[in-house]
């Protein structure tokens, strides 16, 4: 049976920083499912719908072929053939993916993806719905959260790097504004699954919360 970590939480928590060196680490492959959420965002973008189109959305969906492949351990995400990974990572396809990602249509094709690839593979998957819903028999399940200010201020800084300048009081909005839609949509609702472990990372370094994330998987296999 293969081994699954779930590790679901806000946008901003780390969650893929994380997720990327514990998988590094167990050697065990990493998903990301938001980037899923992202390319078919990518899609709906590229034909023009409107965010608040859901019956558009789900009708287009069908017509979306999302798949994963690793180049150099790295994962990318192909629509209908084409690597569009370059291309998912833009406040626009990320408000995009928020909108269209609470579709039932749109759920039900990806989560199907990620359960088959879970139990094929061991698997470091992060996302929202991850402990709940695609992976309720995950072996791990982390819930990784960050106070608002301190996830702005992160990605205030990512942002700064790639010589953007964004105002963080936008960002922080933004920010808000996304968990607030993620937590309140009527399916698969971002929160924290019973057994998972809730770590804010508010305070913690990366090696911190990677080092405890890794302890628990020892404790567990010792069990
Ligand atoms: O983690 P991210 O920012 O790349 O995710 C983009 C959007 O996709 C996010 O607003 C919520 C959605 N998403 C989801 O609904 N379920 C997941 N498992 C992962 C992401």
Redesign the pocket.
């Known amino acids: 049976m293969s081994f699954n970590i779930a590790i679901d939480g806000p946008?901003g928590a780390g969650?893929?920083t994380i997720a990327k060196k514990i998988a590094a680490k167990l050697s065990y492959i990493y998903v990301?499912?938001?980037?899923m959420?992202?390319a078919m965002a990518l899609y709906f973008l590229r034909l023009g719908l409107d965010p608040e189109d859901s019956e558009s959305m789900a009708a287009a969906c069908g017509s979306a072929d999302i798949s994963i492949r690793y180049v150099d351990g790295e994962q990318n995400v192909l629509l209908n053939g084409e690597n569009v990974t370059p291309y998912i990572r833009s406040e626009e396809v990320?408000n995009m993916?928020?909108k269209s990602?609470p579709v039932p249509q749109v759920?039900e094709k990806l989560t199907q993806l990620q359960k088959e690839l879970a139990a094929r593979e061991n698997v470091v998957m992060?996302?929202?719905?991850?402990g709940t819903c695609?992976l309720p028999r995950a072996q791990i399940k982390i819930y990784l959260t960050a106070s608002t200010h301190t996830r702005a201020l992160r990605r205030f800084k990512e942002l700064e790097e790639k010589g953007i300048r964004e105002s963080l009081e936008a960002i922080e909005a933004d920010i808000a504004d996304?968990d607030y839609?993620?937590m309140h949509r009527e399916l698969?609702p971002l929160r924290q699954a019973e057994d998972a472990w809730y770590l804010d990372t508010s305070d913690m370094s990366i090696e911190e919360v990677v080092e405890a994330i890794l302890g628990r998987v020892a404790q567990y296999r010792e069990k």
């Open positions: 946008a969650k893929s990301d499912t938001g980037a959420y992202r990320g993916a928020s990602s759920r992060d996302g929202r719905d991850i695609v996304r839609r993620d698969s």
